[in-house]
């Protein structure tokens, strides 16, 4: 007889709870007559994300100690589950804001599985304990957003996203299986925890590996200079999408890029530090100086999430607790402000019918007084002003850098933060603008569409940005729980 | 030595004979003509047939049902190690193979309501 | 041990994985770019047999499988790309791709 590991249960309920919202919103999809299809396989995949993220809650609250689980293939902790809350919480707004978004019967019901399928993956990446289950979680997520990229195929612009993205995605990955298979080779072992320790830390395959490893979390993360794919595929995917990957793709990645380094590469920290410091400072500088000269909204926001992909990695520089912590903290607004911001543009581009850029924007915050407050909240919580928690979280990750001795890393954030007030403060700018007589006179006729969809995840984004300021304590007290179960 | 490389020199014969047999037979049964005539490269000259289109286009259907099949038919790689210690792991690896082949069968209702698998 | 020493599987599987790479970087068919990923990760995956073979574990093994059905899973979702680019007219070369890049 073989033993057969213990199955943990909640441990794989967030991502159980979202691989069933995928299998039952694409038999809706097929099943269900074509009239209530959108409704059918959008309620499972917010019923989906509801479920993963109160799993994912009661896992936090139950898992007071970091183990491994199921013969060691996910760690049951509450880094995970936290990461779990955050994924499940973008995706329970993306999934109200894509309910609106266009869409022919064919493929009404796919996007919703596929939403569903990948927020399951991201679920199961960020609670990978071992590089096997690492991998697959990445690309069960990996391979539901190419293809949801893709899914407009009306739009030509949809399939070239797809196309890149799933070239640049499938290049990463297969660096980071190659790294892997190095790891393996110097230390035997596939677990996490396992790698640590078992091969000399000069060792060349483990440091080989490790870079390798890097490199591929690099691209998951858009970190600059593995980013070219972000803005084409942001400016080419639905809309709500886009919000999505910037929201959680990102987050997962910074996450489960931390935990690996931290526990299975602890030897090797002062390379990983410096590698990621170089990270932070080539993102701030090519995300901040590309976004400057951006007109499209799609286009400029992307290049504001590779300047945050360089923020971010202060965490990873600062390999501290309180890094962690900042990490953890900042992702939480960061995700909200991400999906409320292209919720706008969606809603935009729907009264539209054309991309949103900066010109078009002009009168955005007349025509809707209350979504351009929205715009504005979410714009300056990206340059971290305080009343919002991009602030709060700021100053955590410039704490965590300077107190692990990051100095003139604080002087690069600085600088990048001033820059950043150009693109952001010029959104809020160009929305309280008179439209130009004559453009665009028909959008001003119309009524205002109404979303109440759209509207409510807005709202709740707006919330969660200007609450986590307020609510500092208990979420920081979060993070710390957290944080205290990485080994940093 | 020669003992070590034997396996490899094995190998070796087998991958470029069954290449090589490939393209042999593709060669053997195309119907393409051997040689291109001269015209084909030119413009459609009115009346005159210019001879076979040069680009040969297969039906989508045709890549669909090939693009299903290598997905469908990759995923028998899981099922290999698994028959070979199903009786050691019992009901455990039988319910595996359970969840296993149901999400597969999720799939494959889901393509045959599409229609993928109609040739149209 | 029958056959050559472990190295020499790792020259091979690292060569392998660069000619992949060096193909997605420097070929511009979207067709012979899935092609290349697959290299890459084939390279990989001979690295890992060839690394569990040494450690005598499994774990690499079964990695290596895990790689082959995600692999294919993958090219799949690049081969409907490639037909829906072929399908709606759109240059099938990458660097004529750039609607996105005004």
């Given at each position: 007889m073989i033993r057969t590991p213990a199955i943990d249960w909640l441990t794989l309920a967030p991502s159980l709870a979202l691989l069933a919202a995928t299998i039952a919103s694409l038999m809706a999809a097929v099943l269900v007559p074509e009239r209530r299809r959108r409704n059918v396989s959008w309620f499972f995949c917010l019923a989906g994300y509801a479920g993963a993220f109160a799993a994912a809650a009661i896992l936090f609250d139950r898992s007071p100690h970091s183990r491994g689980v199921i013969a060691n293939a996910l760690f049951r902790d509450r880094y995970g589950a936290l990461a779990a809350m955050i994924v499940a919480g973008v995706g329970l707004l993306t999934t109200l804001v894509y309910y609106g978004e266009r869409s022919t019967v064919d493929r009404v019901g796919e996007r919703f599985a596929l939403l569903a399928s990948a927020g399951g993956g991201m679920i199961l990446f960020a609670q990978s304990a071992n590089l096997l289950t690492l991998f697959l979680g990445l690309e069960w997520l990996s391979i539901s957003l190419y293809v949801l990229c893709a899914l407009?195929?009306?739009?030509?612009e949809a399939i070239e996203a797809g196309f890149k993205y799933l070239i640049v995605g499938g290049f990463s990955s297969a660096i980071l299986v190659f790294g892997a298979a190095f790891v393996y080779g110097a230390t035997?072992?596939?677990n996490l925890a396992q790698i640590a320790g078992k091969a000399p830390s000069g060792d060349l395959f483990l440091i080989t590996g490790l870079a390798m490893i890097l490199v591929g979390f690099a691209f998951k993360a858009s970190a600059a200079p593995f980013h070219t794919w972000t803005p084409d595929v942001y400016q080419g995917a639905a809309t709500p999408v886009s919000g999505f990957m910037a929201g959680a793709t990102k987050a997962v990645a910074l996450l489960v890029a931390l935990r690996v380094l931290s526990v299975s590469f602890s030897a090797q920290e002062h390379l990983w530090t410096s590698a990621a410091a170089a990270l932070a400072v080539t993102s701030l500088v090519v995300g901040n100086l590309a976004a400057l000269a951006q007109r499209d909204l799609k286009r400029m926001l992307a290049y504001s999430s590779i300047s945050h992909a360089g923020f971010l990695l202060f965490a990873i520089t600062a390999a501290s607790s309180l890094g962690t912590r900042a990490l953890l903290y900042y992702l939480i607004p960061y995700g909200a402000a991400s999906v409320g911001v292209f919720a706008l543009a969606a809603l935009h581009e729907r009264e539209l019918g054309e991309p949103a850029t900066l010109d078009n924007l002009a009168g955005f915050g007349w025509r809707r007084p209350l979504s351009g407050i929205a715009l504005w909240i979410f714009m300056l919580s990206f340059a971290g002003f305080?009343?919002?928690g991009g602030f709060v979280g700021k100053v955590y990750l410039f704490a965590a850098a300077y107190r692990s001795g990051w100095t003139w890393l604080l002087i690069v954030g600085a600088v990048a933060t001033l820059v950043s007030l150009g693109y952001y403060l010029a959104v809020v700018r160009a929305i309280y603008m008179r439209p130009?007589?004559?453009?665009?006179a028909a959008a001003k006729e119309e009524p205002p569409l109404l979303d109440r969809m759209l509207s409510t995840a807005v709202f709740a984004a707006v919330i969660v940005t200007v609450g986590s300021f307020f609510a500092v304590q208990p979420l920081i007290d979060l993070a710390k729980h957290a944080a205290s179960q990485l080994p940093l | 030595m020669l003992r070590n490389w034997l396996p490899f020199l094995i190998y070796g014969l087998f991958a470029s004979g069954i290449t090589g047999l490939m393209l042999f037979i593709s060669f053997a049964l195309?119907?393409?003509?051997?040689t291109k005539p001269a015209q084909q490269g030119l413009p459609f000259e009115s009346g005159v047939s210019t001879g076979a289109p040069t680009r040969q286009r297969f039906t989508i259907g045709f890549y669909l049902t090939a693009m299903l099949f290598i997905l469908f038919d990759i995923e028998i790689v899981f099922l290999y190690p698994l028959a070979i210690v199903l009786d050691k792991l019992a009901w455990f690896g039988f319910s595996e193979l359970v969840v296993f082949v149901g999400l597969l069968a999720v799939a494959y209702v889901y393509v045959w309501r599409k229609g993928a698998l109609e040739w149209e | 041990m029958l056959g050559p020493a472990i190295a020499w599987y790792l020259v091979v599987g690292s060569a392998i994985f660069a000619i992949g790479a060096a193909g997605v970087m420097l070929r511009r068919n979207p067709l012979i770019m899935l092609l290349s990923l697959e290299l890459m990760l084939n390279g990989a995956n001979l690295v890992l047999i060839a690394f569990a073979r040494r450690h005598g574990s499994l774990d690499g093994q079964v990695f290596a499988l895990a790689v082959m059905a995600v692999a294919a899973a993958e090219v799949v979702v690049g081969l409907g790309l490639v037909v829906a680019m072929a399908r709606r007219k759109i240059e099938i070369d990458v660097d004529l791709l750039s609607r996105l890049r005004k």
């Open positions: 407009e195929r009306e739009r030509p035997g072992t596939l305080p009343l919002t130009e007589p004559g453009e665009k | 195309s119907t393409r003509a051997r | -």
